[in-house]
Each structure stands twice: as structure tokens, then as C-alpha cells.
């Protein structure tokens, strides 16, 4: 079985400043993809980036970057220079080869004070 | 394109009604997916479909059935409404799960806010 877990249920962090969500995850498959969304107050479900377990290097898309410690189970987002615009709920996602579902974990909010 | 969307947007019902959300596609997606969204507990997967006339149960089935009779849409159904189902409801759907890569991205409709009283 697959399980994420985000340990922060809530997080607030001054503008500009660089901000790291955490997310652990487990699952025994050695083929797996792990994703990040982001949910505004407006409610939709936002993709933000995407890690396969084989891929050699962190993915990064704009100020999102993947910090993948394979060996720890660890994918945490980082976001570079926070807005206020990026006030939200995140959560973090595992899918498995064969496995056609995505295991979603609890979600963090993250406020941005100016 | 208008991606994935979801009606109604909000609906009130009272205990033992049923109803059926509608989710519709227009990106040729093969998978599509049914979730709910409560307090705390992240996105829990009810129902998917890995192609037209296919259904399969996700993780919080219970109270719930889905059609596919269309590849473009996904019903879900509640026959008898219970308070234990309100909540948020998301449609998602993606292009195939034969193997983990950023083609397996999912794309979610906007929601839909059920309250059962």
C-alpha cells in the first residue's frame, strides 16, 4: 500500500522569503511518480511539478524545485522567493506503475504575510 | 478547450435523495476519476474508469456508483443520500497510467459542494 504523509499542517512564511513543504512517502515499488498541487482558496486543483522515481536529477518548474531524497523518502517543495499569490493548500501526490490511482496526502496551508 | 467540467457547481440535498454529478472532458482522455474532499483528509479516490464502459472501485466506494458510457463522460451517482457525504467533489481525468511519467498528470474540474442534510 502507498501512503503520504505532510507532517505540516500549516505554515506562514514572510514574502520573498524561500519556503520548503515537506512530504514523505512510502511505498515498496521500486516505480513510482510523485506530485505536488496546489490548491487556491477558489478551489481548483492546481499541477505544479512532477518526479519519477528514476530520474537522475530534482525536477524544477519556474520558482518550484523538488528536493528528492530517494533514500530517505522524501519529496518536499520548495518555493523560491514566496508571493503573496502563493497563499494555498499543497498537497503532495504518489502514483505507481500499475496502480492506476493517485494517494494523496493531508495537505499543508501555507500563508505568505507581507 | 474547456478541459474538465463538473455540474452542478453546489447542490443541497436532504437525507435519502439521490442525485448525479456529471463530469465531462474534452482532451480524449482514456482515465477518469471521481474524488471527494473533506476537512484534514486530503483527496480520497471513490471511483475510476480506465477507458469507455469501464468502472473500477477506488478506495471510498461505499454509497456511491459511476457510469462511463461515453469516453468524455463520468457520472457519479448517490441513490440515497446520507450527512456522511457531504463534501467536496472532484472529477479528474488523464491521458493513461501504463507507466509513471508527467504524461499521467491529472486534470481536475473545479468541484462541486454537496451538502446533505
Known amino acids: 500500500a502507498q501512503k503520504i504523509t505532510q507532517t505540516q499542517p500549516g505554515m506562514f512564511v514572510q514574502e520573498k522569503e524561500a519556503v520548503t513543504l515537506d512530504c514523505t512517502y512510502d511505498?515498496?515499488?521500486?516505480?513510482?511518480?510523485l506530485f505536488w498541487y496546489k490548491q487556491p482558496s477558489s478551489g481548483e486543483m492546481i499541477f505544479l511539478i512532477y518526479q519519477g522515481s528514476y530520474d537522475q536529477q530534482n525536477a524544477t518548474e519556474g520558482r518550484y524545485s523538488l528536493n528528492f531524497q530517494k533514500a530517505r523518502k522524501s519529496a518536499n517543495l520548495v518555493i523560491s522567493a514566496s508571493q503573496l499569490g502563493d497563499s494555498a493548500m499543497y498537497f503532495c501526490?504518489?502514483?505507481?506503475?500499475?496502480?492506476?490511482?493517485?494517494?494523496f496526502g493531508t495537505g499543508t496551508r501555507l500563508t505568505i504575510i507581507p | 478547450n474547456a478541459g474538465v467540467t463538473q455540474t452542478p457547481k453546489f447542490r443541497v440535498l436532504k437525507t435519502g435523495q439521490s442525485m448525479t454529478l456529471l463530469c465531462a472532458q474534452d482532451?480524449?482522455?482514456?482515465?477518469m476519476y471521481w474524488y471527494r474532499q473533506d476537512p484534514g483528509m486530503g483527496l480520497r479516490l471513490i471511483h475510476y474508469s480506465v477507458g469507455e464502459g469501464t468502472t473500477a472501485k477506488g478506495e471510498v466506494p461505499d454509497g456511491y456508483n459511476v457510469s462511463r458510457l461515453k469516453k468524455q463522460n463520468f457520472l457519479l451517482g448517490l441513490e440515497s443520500a446520507a450527512p456522511s457525504q457531504t463534501s467536496v467533489y472532484f472529477c479528474?481525468?488523464?491521458?493513461?497510467?501504463?507507466?509513471?511519467?508527467?504524461?499521467?498528470?491529472?486534470?481536475f474540474g473545479p468541484g462541486t459542494r454537496l451538502t446533505v442534510l
Open positions: 479528474a481525468s488523464s491521458y493513461s497510467r501504463q507507466r509513471t511519467s508527467s504524461y499521467n498528470e491529472q486534470f
Open positions: 501526490a504518489m502514483e505507481t506503475v500499475g496502480n492506476e490511482k493517485l494517494t
Open positions: 482532451m480524449n482522455h482514456e482515465y
Open positions: 511505498t515498496s515499488d521500486p516505480s513510482y511518480g
